[in-house]
RNA sequence: GCCGGGAUGGCGGAAAGGAAGACGCAACGGACUUAAAAUCCGUUGGGAGCUUGCUCCCGUGAGGGUUCGAAUCCCUCUCCCGGCACCA
């Protein structure tokens, strides 16, 4: 053949794969299947390495897996609501939809040029209403289960993006998406109770096999926290304090007790707290605070005495009640019990404003209680100045105080989530219109399924400040009301796009689909996803949300599993210079200019080989060189080995072993941790084996081919065309990947005579050349006899000899 | 602060308790060539010694331990990366 030219070959096989529709997905029951996803790409403006990465690791696993006769669905498509295209529009002046659909053009001639083997008959678009519509039908089914409710919410406000963030997309207190300092605005909103579902979220046992670190994250977030309620009579208010601990064992250490601003109460205080004006001043300062600045991490404790007293549920004892800064609304009960002796941040506000801090639990390096402590002590102690429980071990002690307060009505055991409900409004344009009606008669009523879907109107003028821009377009606004056919007004608010990414996945697993969302059996068929690819910024998030989606169709019948993805693999980011591919940064590669200098195969290996998948990989064109080089050798040596002429067959046994290793060695690094880079490193040194070689013809011919068929065979699934290209040479009839993964055999060695290593005392001496068959004591004579050896041994008395096969002999000498 | 993950040549990285540095990059030397590119061959962890191709010593962040044998397992520490962070 000519020299490789990797463009024109790409170009013939990427036409003929679809001219064949290759890589269509057939719904076949009793085959055994394999679903393969990678994380559909936002429709920015094109791809970047890290897609590349995504996308071509998961098309190894796809072309690995049909070789061994899996059936496969390996689907593509598009997550194409969003922001960006109403920035686009405001900045462009360029439709969102036309901007969409105009990236998505791109996108998929960039992935067709990458080569992979997506079932492109299958593509989803999100912002498409035959897709969109699914999301109204089951946020209505949500709504009937009683799932979905509205409420006024102090909302993360973005001022730069002019929209509200979910509490997800706010990291340290900035906009995830413009790291904008985020702003607190009440609205009312749309929300989904996945709170209802913390538990089962936090039961993993349904999952094969995902990164640790995720599995942790998600738990992290869900945040469970075992404990006690407490309840705190105020005398005044004639009225029950409520506060959640998980240290009930400090109950007798509470000085005093510390409300949020934001608590219920609060109101009530003011009226009766002859400190009136001091907490209405501080209530005022931490309003300010909090509208300009959510660095709350900072914060000074800072707090204001009421006046009003609580009475301790078993001491009796008047007990202060403070407001303070540092206790959240968010989380628990709005109120914590202070015991300035068991935890820091009560110390710390303890200490400012001279509180009195109570010891109750022992630290058992203290020989004796001290009168002063310096900071709290919050580790696990014995329980003392606590009335009957004196004595216990706190550990206990928390299940003995739970108990009798529960005997005495003063309080309950307790289960609190940092989770919160779903906020899933967005004020904005370029998403799902949300399926409700505001009616003057029958109030808030879900629209009929039957008016499904409802379209966003095209005619919208989007500024980008303040509400969502459907509030101005009347065609949309004005509708009917599904109960009583009167006059009624839409919901204007758009959903959150993870609502769109939690089930995109079973849209795929049903084709050509109209009047349902999907079908069920052939969901549970290809469901749940197999190995599921993407990177680690959606741990929480987007895998969250799908799992808890899955769950509630689960419940509501849908689909007959609990859990969307069952194999996890987060591939590392792509970097260059030590930093993140980024335009800010001027470091970024475009993959699109890599294909026309050295091809899609050279880029694919490439990004294969540099790194194992899970860890960063660094750019290095240099690399890529080598890389070209690689695939150049292989190129020249399949021509090589087309006209080649044997002279002997001296070195067939070892041609065979050769090639058993390499199949077994690329076979089993695939399978245990998709550690490609090892694949390529072994395939490397068998070229690098048979390019010696072949000069000295000692191969048969037939034998040459064979093994070259397997070689052609197991790099197929990393560069395709060039594969696909000395395959058909080779009058290969079929394509490689309707062939199938080439088999091997256990075979320790086939050398007659081999190295091992000699230690003597563990300490490696060097070397000697052993038949295999030999065992310890017959190797032990040959170190005896040695020259090289020979002097370790005289005088000295072995008392032990460790032969491991193959590999080393260790001598242990007496001292 | 808490929870993860990590630290191996000049660089990316190999090594499932058994010869550390596979494979690739870079570098150096050589062949081919009028020359270059391409290609091919060789050397390449550090140090010391001499007889110059061999011998010895050291070496996987630091220190200790387990083991015949540790990059790998255990303990202590340092540094780096990621996540969470006033969550009661």
Redesign the pocket.
Known sequence: MEKYNPEEIEIKWQKKWEEYRLYEAKYIPEKKKFYILEMFPYTSAQIHMGHVRNYTIGDVVARYKVMNNYNILHPIGYDAFGLPAENAAIKQNIHPKEWTYKNIETIRRQLKRLGISYCWEREVITCDDEYYRWNQFFFIQFFKKGLVYKKKAPANWCPSCQTVLA??QV??GRCWRCGEIVENKNLEQWFIKITEYAERLLDFNKIKNWP??VI??QR??I?K?E?CEIYFYIPELNENLS?????VDTLMGVTYIVL?PGHPLVNKLIEISPKKQKIEFFLDKVKKISLTVSD??????EGVETDIFAIHPITQQKIPIWIG?????????????A?PAH?Q?DF?FAQKYNLPIKIVIKNPEWKEIPEKIEKAYENPGIMINSWIFDGLDSEKGKKEVCKYLEKINKGKKAI?Y?LKDWCISRQRYWGTPIPIIYCPKCGVVPEDEKNLPIKLPEEVKITGKGESPLKYVNEFLECKCPVCKGDAKRETDTMDTFVDSSWYFLRYASKDIKDKPFDKDEVNYWMPVDQYIGG??H??LHLLYSRFFIKVLYDLGFVDFEEPFENLLCQGMVIKDGAKMSKSKGNVVDPEDMIKKYGTDTLRLFIL????PE????W?E??V??????L??VW?LHNEITNYKEQNQKNDEKLKFMINKLIKGVT??IE?EF?F??C???M??F??YL??EINNRNFSKDILIDCWKKFIKILYPFTPHICEEMWEDLNGSNFLFNENWPSYQEIETIEEK??????I???????IEISPDLNEEQIYELIKNHE?FKKFLEGKKII?K?Y?KN??I?L?LED
Request: with cysteine; charged share 30%.
């Open positions: 509490n997800e990291i340290n640790e670190r942790t994250m992290n977030w945040g926290s404990g506060v959640f601990t998980t240290r949020s709350i991490l900072n914060l000074e404790k800064n540092y206790v959240l609304m968010e989380y628990g009960t709005g109120a914590v019990m015991v935890d941040r710390e609190y940092k680690i910024e741990a929480i080989f540099a790194a194992p860890v960063d990989l660094e290095s240099k690399g060189e080598g890389c070209w080089r690689f150049n050798r020249r089993e690094d245990k550690q880079n090892t390529i490193a072994k490397m040194e070229i690098n390019g010696k081999i190295n091992i290593g000699v230690q005392n563990g300490k490696i001496k060097g070397n090289k032990n460790i491991i590999k080393i260790n242990v």
